[in-house]
């Protein structure tokens, strides 16, 4: 079966402190991404990595950095959190083309809080 | 850039009854993607249905359907014979051909009552 793994369900953490947030995925799929998802806004992407050491930019990315060293994993880092980044924080993957049908598979999210 | 709307934040049906969820979207491009995901109360987020917009026929998954309308830019999501299973929040995204991540719209929560 298909897994993408989230490494916490539920974080708190104060404003100001350094957060990561992991994600593996064991499908050897080459895209990954994060996504932001709020109530009223749905879910909005923060960056993406097509391949191993690459990224891109999404929609929200200010106040955000991630890390691909390896292509089964996908790191999210607030470098000082603040309390506007209260979120749920999805993971997902994606095979990359010519097989790339669209289709993500997600993990079950984090919940992060900033105090 | 590509948007995705969603006009029903919230409805609901009756179990056995038959649900609409609507979705429309903008772009230039005549090549693309549409989905319909679900995300269950606490659950992950699954795949629906998946459309591709050079395909005329409309894709069905057992009780879900879509109306897809290349020219007014919709692409609705079916839902018979509802079950209390199908409540969840619904969101309709959009790709490109090309492309590599999803555009989402704000969605739809749907529940469904006894």
């Known amino acids: 079966d298909v897994k993408v793994t989230q490494s916490s369900r539920y974080l708190v953490k104060r404003t100001g402190e350094k957060v990561f947030l992991e994600c593996v995925q064991d499908?050897?799929?080459?895209?990954m991404f994060w996504y932001r998802q709020d109530p009223g806004l749905g879910l909005r992407l923060i960056y993406f990595?097509?391949?191993?050491?690459?990224?891109e930019k999404g929609d929200i990315p200010e106040g955000y950095s991630v890390s691909r060293e390896k292509k089964e994993r996908f790191s999210l880092i607030l470098e000082s959190a603040s309390t506007n980044q209260t979120s749920m924080y999805l993971c997902?993957?994606?095979?990359?083309?010519?097989?790339?049908?669209?289709?993500?598979?997600f993990g079950e999210g984090s919940r992060l809080t900033v105090l | 850039a590509q948007t995705v709307t969603q006009s029903q934040p919230e409805m609901s049906v009756q179990e056995a009854e038959t649900v609409t969820l609507s979705c429309t979207y903008d772009?230039?491009?005549?090549?693309?993607?549409l989905f319909w995901y679900k995300q269950p109360p606490s659950r992950q987020m699954i795949l629906v249905i998946r459309q591709e917009a050079y395909k005329q026929q409309n894709a069905t998954e057992n009780r879900f359907s879509v109306n897809f309308q290349k020219a007014a830019k919709s692409f609705s999501l079916k839902i018979s014979d509802s079950q209390l299973g199908d409540t969840a929040m619904y969101f309709c995204?959009?790709?490109?051909?090309?492309?590599?991540?999803?555009?989402f719209g704000k969605g739809t929560s749907l529940l469904v009552t006894p």
């Open positions: 997902a993957s994606s095979p990359g083309s010519p097989i790339n049908t669209g289709e993500l598979f």
């Open positions: 499908m050897d799929h080459e895209n």
């Open positions: 995204a959009f790709m490109t051909v090309a492309g590599y991540a999803l555009n």
């Open positions: 772009t230039s491009e005549n090549n693309y993607y």
């Open positions: 990595s097509y391949d191993v050491k690459m990224k």
